[in-house]
């Protein structure tokens, strides 16, 4: 399965949601809760910076 990160249909401006996705890779947490898929629950802010790496720069 891919895990690399996809943003949605609904997601209409794409360079405003990576904006967004790049500032919650800044956070420092360690549980991530999104509108699908399942919670990270361990190192989630490790997680969010390496799906935030593999967007275009």
């Not at 360079?15 to 956070?27: D, K, M, V, Y």
């Amino acid at each position: 399965m891919d895990d690399s990160p996809t943003l949605g249909a609904f997601d209409t401006d794409r360079s405003r949601t990576i904006e967004s996705f790049r500032g919650l890779a800044e956070l420092h947490v360690e549980t991530a809760c999104f509108g699908r898929g399942d919670p990270l629950t361990d190192e989630a802010s490790k997680a969010v910076r390496a799906a935030v790496a593999r967007f275009p720069a």
